[in-house]
């Protein structure tokens, strides 16, 4: 048999076991595991994320220009990976750390604390946060639990359990505010992709000619289903980029704003917004929108931060982050004017097959600004791993 | 958090999940489906194997002249995937074909079967080979079960429990035996990757003072694992590769005999050889050892095939296969001359994390013609997918 050499991604693994598992509700452990934290044991991964220096520099700054939240305080951080966060939490004086990892990464956690000598403060807990007992209440949580487009990987359900256990009523939390943006975007990606997609069905045409006449199996009735397959690989997956901000062809819209004190997973299962943006720029194309996410430092407020820190994912012609954004291509693309404006319906809810993965669906609508109104158009895409085609 | 596009391989979620799942005897059915059966639920990777012409006409063949074994007979086709060796045995006159398929695969082998005329003797059955029950026993089993090395995938065990239960007594077995072959190679690929790994180490080690010098925390402890974790992925994982036959630097030798009329899953689940490999070409290096399989097309004693069909995956100038061989780095190699033997124990057992990987361990010992004898070396090679680093 042999399947490829590159293999399978966690996406497709994890939408098969769930044809099987089924369910967003109910995901076995086991499978959750081996798609998921799977991911965070490796050193490798860890060190993309700590590489990245917009995340390291916000999260060091929230920590130590907020020293009043740490100091002589018990902290939890939650999915601490290699312990960076909980060994800044101790150096910035808390008196306790737990810090609650799920992978074999935990026991890296424990060295570095180790090392950098704060072992007697870190107390590294390897476990899943919905099964780990701490002896006491904490002051502050600190995690970084954002994935792509802010949801993606769902591990804020994690925090807002640890948090509903373990937070003392004034605690507060790191980063304390989220929001999920999104924006119309120029953008050659979907071109390159509808390019991909004619090449992927010219080379089954081949295929399906060449079984026929050597192997006298008429493969035709197939070609239906290996085209939806292809088009939802090349054109319905939400595509990771770090967009360059003249890609940004009109005003961003938040459709998502999260307290992370008072958030519960009700609110963040499904996501519904409408949004009107108005185009910024004539004579363009609307080829896409785009989504990403920022987070606040703010403490809470009782208990507010000295000095607000931001965590941006926007588009950034620095270079950006490892999030980058993630691109939904619209097709059809639009041709669109200044003073227009895009009308997005917008859905997002945890794929049936795991709950990890995002199905969206977008209604789109253009007004111009000459008055006329162009017929809406829905579009479903997926925000999960790419597959290693 | 968000692990990265490329997402993680099957290997890997599977190493995470038997890390709690435990033990390659029990392994948990979701993760199983989640990390292997998956693969084939997608017509791009069917697409890939029935593109392999060395793959289709050796099957193609094996039918076709013999259609004594098909005509009139009861047919099982174990992992039917899209349906083809199915539709080719009805084609060859079964009165019945069984095609098991455990996939969604199987609904696509379905509409197959009926666009091409055989829906009345070709039922697919979807479910695991080892939870069916059909309602009359056998004469032919059919599957295409072999995996990178011939076991990779354990997928044998299936079409072994499928053979104990279904198959008459006189039944055949397509294909009827089976050969693992390992052989002494040259090849540029070690020095590759030992650069690949030099500049991961570089960059780790810029990575330590950056982390150092800007956030405070020294990750130099966690040097040794993260090298660790890379020589096994760069060094010590199968590297798939299609080698030219003037690679091959020696004798290759059978380490493997399989008879699939009676093999047992105790006899494919642990393979131990001892082999002596006479060197062929003078002056040359000894880079590693090179691992493939053929199987054969014999029908049984009783009733053989009228031409035996065999399908090599030997190294081939003309491209070989999807399976390609692969390719057992040595570190470090050996200058070797003709009339040298090299003489390697071989053993390849079960990953206790995914007992569809298997892990080899390989002592190989240079015996020069002078009468010198280099002292042994050990090194242990890991045969699963890829990650995706």
């Known amino acids: 048999m042999a399947s490829l050499p590159n293999g399978t991604s966690s996406s497709s693994a994890a939408a098969a076991a769930g044809g099987r598992g089924g369910g967003a509700a109910v995901v ?16 490798y991964h860890q060190k993309e994320m700590l590489c990245d220096r917009v995340r390291m520099d916000a999260y060091h700054s929230a920590v130590f ?11 939890l951080d939650v999915g601490t990976g290699s312990g960076i966060l909980a060994i800044w939490s101790a150096q910035a004086g808390a008196r ?6 799920a992978t074999n990464m935990a026991e890296h956690a424990r060295e570095l604390a180790r090392a950098n000598g704060v072992a007697d403060v870190v107390e590294v807990i390897q476990g899943s946060m919905e099964d780990v007992v701490l002896p006491e209440k904490v002051d502050v949580i600190i995690s970084e639990w954002m994935g792509y487009f802010l949801l993606r990987e769902s591990m804020f359900d ?6 509903d256990r373990w937070l003392k009523p004034d605690g507060v939390m790191y980063p304390s505010h989220a929001r999920m943006w999104l924006a119309p975007i120029r953008s050659g990606l979907g071109e390159k992709k509808l390019e991909d997609l004619d090449i992927a069905m010219h080379d089954w045409s081949l295929f399906v000619e060449d079984t026929e006449s050597y192997y006298g199996v008429n493969m035709n009735v197939l070609t239906k289903a290996y085209r939806a397959e292809h088009e939802k690989y090349y054109l319905k997956s939400a595509i990771w980029n770090n967009l360059h901000p003249n890609q940004v062809i009109g005003q961003a819209a938040v459709i998502k704003e999260i307290d992370c004190l008072t958030a519960t997973v009700d609110e963040i299962q499904e996501v519904r917004a409408q949004v009107t943006m108005p185009i910024k720029l004539d004579m363009t194309r609307l080829a896409a929108l785009a989504g990403w996410f920022d987070v606040h430092f703010r403490g809470s407020k009782q208990n507010p931060g000295t000095q607000e820190v931001e965590l941006s994912t926007a588009p950034d012609e620095n270079g950006g982050t490892h999030w980058g954004q993630q691109v939904f291509l619209l097709t059809p693309p639009l041709r669109v004017n200044e003073g227009d404006n895009v009308k997005v319906s917008f859905t997002m809810v945890r794929s049936k097959e795991n709950h990890r993965l995002m199905d969206l669906e977008f209604t789109y609508e253009l007004h111009e600004s000459s008055g006329k109104q162009l017929p809406a158009i829905t579009t479903k895409i997926y925000l999960e791993l790419k597959k290693t085609m």
Request: glycine share 2%; proline share 3%.
């Open 158 to 163: 994690s925090v807002i359990c640890a948090r």
């Open 28 to 43: 076995d452990k086991e499978v959750d595991f081996a798609n998921y934290f799977c991911t965070y044991s490796y050193l």
């Open 65 to 75: 220009r907020n020293p009043h939240h740490f100091r002589g305080k018990v902290v």
């Open 96 to 101: 306790k750390v737990y810090a609650v990892e």
